[in-house]
């Protein structure tokens, strides 16, 4: 029998007074996983010593583990449980890809072999799909295999910084706490966001702890030629500390690095070279910290999937709605032909980046600022159109797709990284006569529980 080691942390902080009153934090149990559920946790019940069967939600196991667990905190119907020892592990259990698992709260997933966890995403875009009103069969016919994306792929990721007496640490949260871990092994990112993470460590390490300690937060991009970086922190750099970071963005190659505080607008300290990504041959401009898909392979697998059902729908004028910097706005205009396209999106600094590019390119675009959660594209607007697609945040797009279960064209994509809004954004379009001819499961963030989500429509 292999014994953890029990994390001290899990009982600490804010948590811990209101935990004493339930008389279940603490308890211990041996069970049996069950399934795992939709947020990548294994799902097992305890018996508790009054009698009742609890629901507890346990971290990093399979159905078929045998473990002990210890209940942490209350967590929704049940209690979010912590391994304290494993007694046996299914046979299906990978050993995982990069020594911080256990610990980091990054991801959920990793100790699942490849085929059990393409099933398991696959999966959950069929219950998405059924929840829209779809029956088990209809969901298995619509549903394609994921696409993953691999190891070492993800290009944007967010580090928590703290600077503290026990040192600098640059990384994740914890699974059961507030600390941030350092992870120069991550087996998720691109290996030029992971030197970045290093090299930052040692900038960190040689600054004054004071200017060190007002940094909470580093977002990193990796565009096309290079490092986009934006320095979340609670004070202005002064002098001093503009002119290390300067340095530091030459010594390492970074594109642009920016600064900012509090709720203020980021503010160049280091802009060496725009940063760009290039879509269909043109290039555009990314803004600080704006938003990219997160990862190349993620973007061509949805690029390919737009490209396959413009060849089905031959529209001739089409919408980008939730158009951000134009990710499928040249896809949807110049794949096979020059279609006319209204590009939307509510971020004024996208907005103007985008506009360059299409000025620059003679492309058949036209964009414009808008924000569709209050004003979606009306009747009129719509009737011009033969196909739309929406990309919205995870809030998803419900006043859009109600405008169009009314008056929609006879195509519509829709692209999601939020199950949930996704189904009921479908469900809307479907209530609207709508009928789903193709869903394609888009996996950006490997090893975690999200998923993004293709799918294409058609007026019934
Ligand atoms: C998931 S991103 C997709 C961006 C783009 N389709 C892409 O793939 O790169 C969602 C986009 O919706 C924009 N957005 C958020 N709220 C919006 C609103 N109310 N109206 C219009 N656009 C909005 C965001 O700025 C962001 O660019």
Known sequence: MKHHQRNPRA?????????????????????????????????AHVSAPDGRSVLVYVDCVLPGDEVRVALRSKRGDGYGAEVVA??????????????????????????????????????????????????????????????????????????????????????????????????????????ELMAFRAAFVTFLEACPPDHARDIKEVFVTLADNGLDVVIHAAKDPDLDMRQDLAEFADDNDLARLSWKTGDEPDEPVAARRIPVVRFQGVDVAVPPGGFLQATREGEHALVTAVTSALEKAQPRQVADLFCGIGSFTFALALAGKRRSTLAVESDPRAVELLQYAVGQSGSPIQVIKRDLFRQPLTGD??????????????????????????????????????????????????????????VVPIDQFLWSSHLEMFALLRRA
């Open 86 to 191: 494993e007694i046996a592990r299914t046979a299906l259990f990978n050993e995982p890809r990069c020594s911080h698992f256990k610990e980091c709260g990054g991801c959920a997933l990793q100790h699942m072999d490849d085929d059990q966890y393409r099933d398991w995403k696959r999966q959950k875009a069929k219950v998405a799909v059924q929840r829209a009103g779809l029956d088990a069969d209809e969901a298995e016919r619509l549903v394609a295999p994921v696409e993953v994306s691999p190891a070492q792929s993800r290009r944007r990721a967010g580090f928590s910084v703290h600077v503290g007496a026990t040192g600098v640490h640059v990384g994740f949260h914890g699974r059961f706490s507030h600390t941030v871990l350092n992870v120069p092994d991550c087996a998720v990112l691109r290996p």
């Open 11 to 43: 009982r600490g902080g804010r948590k811990r007074q209101s935990a004493r009153r339930d008389p279940l934090i603490g308890f211990e149990a041996p069970v049996t996983i069950e399934q795992v559920g939709a947020r990548g946790d294994g799902i």
């Open 381 to 438: 607007e719509l009737s011009n159109l033969d196909l739309v697609l929406f990309d919205p945040p995870r809030a998803g797009a419900l006043s859009q797709a109600e405008q169009l279960a009314a008056t929609g064209p006879e195509w519509v994509i829709a692209v999601s990284c939020n199950p949930a809004t996704f189904t009921r954004d479908i469900r809307v379009l479907r209530n609207g006569g709508y009928e789903l001819e193709q």
